[in-house]
């Protein structure tokens, strides 16, 4: 017997319980794995604290729609000069979701205005998500002003085929 009316807060706990036992189930209903894309692996790994390293840029994509580091995904690195953005580098992340270098470093690593290309329609086309065509994202700038070369920043990116979210953290 229920004591005090319902309200809507009180459905919140139950409504994300009975939301994970249904992703639970429709995961568990889906494990036939001769039909199943290749799905990402997870981290295999703890991360490296980096306490004492020199001021730098690194990033991290992470793959909140399979729950998985972003690994093998393509990254443009440019920054703005005279009103255009000319291209810096370019790489792939590693199986952890991270670049294997911080994308600038030292001599590299300067004030300026910065853009991160993320080939977002590339990773998950490579990873055979079902999706539609044309894709929601296809590739994604994130842009960010370094002000003090002397700090550290890292990009933390989550991303699915619809959504992305990026912070500075250090």
Known sequence: MID??????SFLPTSLALGGLGLQLASAGNA????????????????????ELSPRLTMHAIDIFHGTPGAAMKVDLSV???????????????PNGRPTDPLLLESTYKAGRYEVLLHIDEYFSRLDTPLPKPTFLSTVPLRFVVRNPQD??????LFTPWSYSYYRGS
Do not use: C, F, W
Not at 32 to 51: F, Y
Not at 152 to 157: G, N
């Open 32 to 51: 036939h794995a001769a039909d199943a894309p290749a799905m990402p692996a997870g981290l295999t790994t703890a991360p490296v604290s980096q306490a």
């Open 4 to 9: 005090k009316p319902l309200s809507r807060r």
């Open 152 to 157: 550290r920043i890292h990009l933390a990116i």
């Open 80 to 94: 703005l000069e005279n009103g255009a953005y000319r291209p810096i580098k370019s790489i792939q992340t590693s």
